[in-house]
Each structure stands twice: as structure tokens, then as C-alpha cells.
């Protein structure tokens, strides 16, 4: 790019090139100095302020543009803000009366809401007092159901039985003083009253005898008719079957007719079938005529071929005689030739022999030479076996004493070692003691705890009993109170009332809980022993063993 050149104000060289929007490069804004030596100033570019603002205007123009575009944006966004602002609470526009209703909308649900809450609490509160009363039945129920009050509850309605019993036998007695003088008034009522109930029935007999009459002669008026409906039904049933014998008369014609044309036409039906069987005979007899042609020529072709077979066979034996024949003439041949052969045999026989007996003292000499050899061989085979043996048997012994030694060296390993083994066992099993030890103590320690907490639910569970008795006291002690007040027997209510629970005859046990014990006694019978603790036998209990010791305290004796 070339840029123009001003010296001391005057131009010089080519004129000013004004920059191109196209060019990838902006021209640089600062003051441009040839590296040629020191500066000259005459060849310093001086711009113009106009030149100046032109270039970098168009250098900042991309910039200016986008602030110019965020500052318009930010003023509409202001003014949409503003506008928002002034018109979020008028209420008179679409949007101020929505917001309008979602906030009643709020308000009456936060309202609802509160008001849900408050209705939750106090169902809450209900069901929690309905719980507590239920639970206060229940357990009402559950202690009603102890035997301990349902046998008082048995003693207090045979109180109300005995009170009952009581005021009928008053009520009895008053009932018997009130009709002591009105037996003979309510005789005689009586026997007005039975006259007139005899002369009432006397009355009701003879009007049922005359309804009974009507009543026979309705019937016999009936029969009458009855017996007029069945003549006439019998007239009818007559003619009727007149009328029958007639249609069954003229069915029987009928039936003659029609079995007189299944006669004929059985009749032709048999004449068509005997036809149709004549047919069929000349049919049959044409077919065996036929058949007795075809088997003639059969048996024809089968008398030629058996003649052509018995020419073949005559053909073959003829032609196995001349092979016969050849035989023969061969054997012969060779007989002559094996006669002529036997003739020169004995000379060879000889020969043979000769010479079988050179070779059989050839074999010998050699054979017993083979034997010395073999003997010379055993010889020396059997000093080098005695002599092998004897070096596997040094062999063996340096080999035993090595093993000796390396099983002796592996004994002591192996000493060693269960020597280790029976340390580290020593140690596990002081170890394992310890752990047994500590065990043992944890052990203890538990029993101990449970010891206790058997012992304090122990006590908790006599505490509860104490509390049970003393509920059950005040409890028996109103009803025994109110009974008194009414006038009943109390001594049942006392009696199931007394103190100890567990129904039975012994002596209240202080130290358990307050509980009576039942003793039965020791045969079939099984029933429950009393408890008599009155002065009235003592002089029976001590005839024979003698009187104890004066002393108040009780002994645990139940007499």
C-alpha cells in the first residue's frame, strides 16, 4: 500500500491513495519511519485532522455501530421497564385484573388451606380422644375378662340371685296370706264356670250333628250325579268305539290292498332278479370259455419252451462230454509222463541222501562249535553281569547312605518345624485362653445384667401386682359398699374379694406377689385341699407330735 509523502508542506511523488473498504488490512494509524539510518525529517508523513478523523471514523465505524445498537436496545428495555412499572398496580387493564384475581385467588386458597389445618387438628384431636377412649375400653374389657373379676363378677350375680330368691319367697309367702280366705269363692266360680262350659259344648255337639246331616245329603246329591256323568260318559265311550271298530275295519282293507301290490312288485322284482342272474351265467360261462383259451395257449408256449430247455441241456452235455473227453486224454498224458519220471527217481534218492548226510555233519560240527562260543560267551557275560552287580550295589549303597542322610537332614527340618508348629499352637491356645477368659467374664457379666434385669422386672411385675390388688380392692370395695346399701348378702362378694390372686385355698404368700396357691391332693380324686387355720384341732394335731415351741411366727405349715 502506498502512502503519500509530505515534505516541509509541499507534495511530492505520487498523490495520496484513499484506503479501500476491501483491503484485508486497515492502514496503521501510526506515523511510519524507514529503517534507513537516522530519521529524516523530510521524509516524515504529516496527515490532516480532516484525514485523520476520516480514517480512524472508518476504522471505529464497526464499533460505534454496535454501542449505537446496545445503547438503543438498553433505552426500549428501560422504557419497558418503566412502562411496567407505572402499570403493574393499575387495575383497570386485562392483565392488572388478572393479577388482581390470581391474588384473591391466593388468598382464598391460602384461607382454604388454613382452614383445612385447623380442621385436620381437630380431627386429629377427635380420633386421638376416640383412640384414648377405645383404649380405655379395651382395657376396661381386658380386665373384666381376668378370672380374679370374673369370679367376682360370678359372686356378685349370685348376690343378685340370692336377693332375687329372697323376694320371691317374701312375695310367695304375701301371695299365699292374701288367698288364704278365697278358695271357696274361686270353687264355685269354678263350677259356674264348668256348668256353663258343658251346656256351651252340648250346644256346639248338636249344631256340628245338624251341619254333619247337610253335609251327607250335599254328598249323596253328588254321588247321584257323579254317577249320572259316568252312564252318559259310558254311552259315549260305546259309540266311540263303534265309530273305531268301523275306521279299523276299513284300515285292515286298506292294509290288504296296499300288501297285495307289495306282492306284485316282490313278484317282478324276483322275475327281473332271476333274469338278471341268467345274464350273468352266459357272461360267466363266455369268460371261462375265454380263460380255457388263453390258458391252452399258455400251456402251448410252455410245451415249447420246456423242449427248447431240454435241447439246451442236450446242447451243454455234449459239449461237457468232449471237455471230458480232452481231460482225459491229458491225464493220460501226464500218467505216462509221471511213469517215465519214477525210473530216474531212485538215483536221485540216493544222491539226496548222500548228500543230507554231509550237510546234517556239516550242521553238527558247526553246531558244536556254536556251542563252545556260546559257552565262552556265557562266561564272560555272566563276570561282566557279576562284576555290573557289584557296582550297582556300591551305587546303591552310596545312594541309600545319601538318602539316609538327606532323610535324617529332613527329619530335623521337619522337628524343626512341628517345633515351630507346637509354639505357634502354645501361643493360639494362651491366645484362645485369653479370648475364653474374657468370654467367660463377658459371660458372667451378661448373666449378671440379665440376673438384674430379671430381679427389677421381677419387682416391677410385684409392684404392678400390688397396684392390680389395690385397683381391685377399691374396685370390689364400692360394689361390696353399694351392695350393703341395697340390702344384699355380701358374704359371696367377700369371700371372691378376699386378698391373694390365683383362686385358690392356701395362704397368701407375701413375699410372690400376694399369690394363693392351690394344693390338691395325691389320688384320683384330684380335688383341692382346704384351708382350716382355727384353733379348734389343735389339741388333735398335738396329741402325737407334741406341741411347739410358743411362738407367733408361722412355720409355712398349712393344717
Known amino acids: 500500500m502506498e502512502i503519500s509523502k509530505v515534505k516541509y508542506g509541499r507534495r511530492s511523488g505520487k498523490e495520496r491513495l484513499s484506503p479501500s473498504p476491501s483491503q484485508s488490512e486497515p492502514p496503521s494509524t501510526d506515523v511510519l519511519f524507514e529503517d534507513q539510518g537516522p530519521v529524516n525529517l523530510k521524509q516524515v508523513t504529516v496527515l490532516s485532522q480532516a484525514d485523520w478523523d476520516r480514517i480512524n471514523g472508518h476504522l471505529t465505524r464497526t464499533a460505534r455501530e454496535k454501542e449505537a445498537v446496545e445503547a438503543r436496545r438498553a433505552e ?33 386458597e391460602e384461607q382454604e388451606e388454613k382452614e383445612k389445618v385447623q380442621i385436620d387438628i381437630e380431627e386429629a384431636k377427635f380420633q386421638a380422644q376416640k383412640r384414648k377412649e377405645a383404649i380405655e375400653k379395651a382395657k376396661t374389657l381386658q380386665y373384666y375378662q381376668t378370672d380374679r373379676v370374673k369370679g367376682f363378677h360370678g359372686a356378685l350375680v349370685l348376690t343378685e340371685v340370692l336377693k332375687e330368691r329372697e323376694l320371691q319367697i317374701e312375695l ?34 248338636m249344631k256340628a250333628l245338624k251341619d254333619r246331616m247337610e253335609v251327607a245329603e250335599f254328598q249323596m246329591e253328588q254321588v247321584k250325579q257323579c254317577q249320572a256323568e259316568v252312564d252318559r260318559e259310558v254311552e259315549e265311550d260305546k259309540k266311540e268305539g263303534a265309530e273305531l271298530r268301523g275306521q279299523l275295519r276299513y284300515y285292515k282293507a286298506e292294509q290288504a290292498k296296499i300288501e297285495a301290490v ?94 543230507r548226510e554231509a550237510a546234517r555233519e556239516r550242521e553238527a560240527q558247526e553246531k558244536e562249535a556254536q556251542q563252545r562260543q556260546q559257552l565262552l560267551e556265557e562266561a564272560e557275560h ?70 438384674a434385669e430379671q430381679l427389677e422386672m421381677y419387682q416391677k411385675n410385684l409392684d404392678l401386682l400390688a397396684v392390680e390388688e389395690k385397683q381391685f380392692q377399691e374396685y370390689a370395695g364400692r360394689v361390696i359398699d353399694h351392695c350393703e346399701k341395697g340390702g344384699r348378702n355380701t358374704y359371696p362378694l367377700r369371700k371372691a374379694a378376699r386378698e391373694g390372686h390365683g383362686g385358690g385355698r392356701g395362704p397368701v404368700f407375701e413375699g410372690k406377689g400376694g399369690v394363693r396357691p392351690s394344693y390338691l391332693v395325691q389320688d384320683n380324686s384330684g380335688v383341692e385341699l382346704p384351708n382350716y387355720q382355727r384353733g379348734d384341732t389343735d389339741d388333735v394335731k398335738y396329741a402325737h407330735v407334741g406341741h411347739p415351741s410358743n411362738t407367733t411366727k408361722r412355720l409355712g405349715f398349712v393344717w
Not at 324 to 349: C, H, P, S
Not at 409 to 436: C, I, Y
Request: overall charge positive; charged content about 45%; proline content about 0%.
Open 76 to 108: 426500549k428495555q428501560a422504557l419497558h421497564e418503566r412502562s411496567k412499572d407505572m402499570v403493574k398496580n393499575w387495575s383497570n387493564t386485562i392483565a392488572g385484573q388478572r393479577q388482581k384475581k390470581l391474588e384473591a385467588r391466593k388468598l382464598k
Open 382 to 451: 555272566r563276570e561282566a553281569q557279576m562284576r555290573q552287580r557289584e557296582k550297582a550295589k556300591r551305587e546303591e549303597r552310596r545312594r541309600e547312605l545319601e538318602a539316609l542322610k538327606l532323610k535324617m537332614e529332613a527329619d530335623q527340618l521337619f522337628a524343626q518345624k512341628q517345633m515351630e508348629k507346637l509354639r505357634q499352637r502354645k501361643a493360639e491356645a494362651r491366645g484362645h485362653q485369653a479370648s475364653l477368659i474374657q468370654q467367660s467374664i463377658e459371660k458372667q457379666e451378661l448373666a449378671a445384667r440379665e440376673m
Open 262 to 355: 307289495r306282492t306284485r312288485e316282490k313278484q317282478d322284482l324276483m322275475a327281473s332278479h332271476l333274469q338278471t342272474v341268467q345274464d350273468r351265467d352266459l357272461i360267466r360261462a363266455a369268460e371261462r370259455q375265454k380263460e380255457g383259451e388263453e390258458e391252452e395257449e399258455i400251456r402251448i408256449f410252455a410245451a415249447a419252451k420246456k423242449k427248447m430247455t431240454k435241447l439246451r441241456r442236450e446242447r451243454e452235455s455234449e459239449l461237457w462230454q468232449k471237455k471230458q473227453d480232452q481231460v482225459t486224454t491229458m491225464v493220460d498224458k501226464l500218467d505216462l509222463q509221471l511213469k517215465q519220471a519214477v525210473d530216474d527217481e531212485d538215483a536221485r534218492i540216493i544222491k539226496a541222501q548222500a548228500e
Open 172 to 205: 310367695k309367702k304375701r301371695k299365699e296370706a292374701a288367698n288364704s280366705g278365697k278358695d271357696k269363692d274361686a270353687l264355685k266360680r269354678h263350677q259356674q264356670d264348668l256348668e256353663l262350659g258343658i251346656l256351651e259344648d252340648h250346644k256346639k255337639a
